[in-house]
């Protein structure tokens, strides 16, 4: 994959819809490319986030732990982006990321996240944007899990 392949992907990700073509040129010429094989974690639950990940090709699983084992809460496939909200607020992963088949990616690290940020604040709202739609979303399944569990329990 050339660097003008990899600054399309960058395009085809939601986040960077807007971020002018030059720029998207740098920050995937200050990426790393990654190749995981089946079955291989690009980070774990715990795991300091000093990066976000771009899938290319193949696809992933988010994993969260639980009572009766790992569970899978979302699949990934090309152009998801992955580990920008750990990686933007300095924090720890809340979830593992493992490859179901062959999987390529583009590693961008903080540094780089965090100076797209102040060239483009736009990417900002968008983040912001994303968030809200999260939170919305995990409310609605704390919702949906509480009431079945209420409707289980016996009076």
Known sequence: MSL?????????VALFAR?????????????????????????????????AYVVLSGRAEVLV???AGEIKVADLGVSALVGELAA??????TATVRASE????????????????LDNPTIAIEIIRELARRLG????DMIEARSALAALRPD
């Open 88 to 93: 933007f607020g300095e924090g720890i992963r």
């Open 4 to 12: 003008n392949d990899e600054v399309r992907a960058l395009r085809d």
């Open 65 to 67: 732990a639980s009572a």
């Open 137 to 140: 979303a995990t409310t609605a």
């Open 102 to 117: 062959p999987l390529e990616v583009l590693r961008i690290g903080r540094g780089t996240l965090v100076q797209l940020l």
């Open 19 to 51: 971020v002018e073509p030059a720029k998207l040129r740098q920050l995937a010429f200050s990426s790393e490319r990654i190749r995981y094989g089946a079955g291989e974690a690009l980070f774990h639950k715990g795991d300091e986030g000093d990066s």
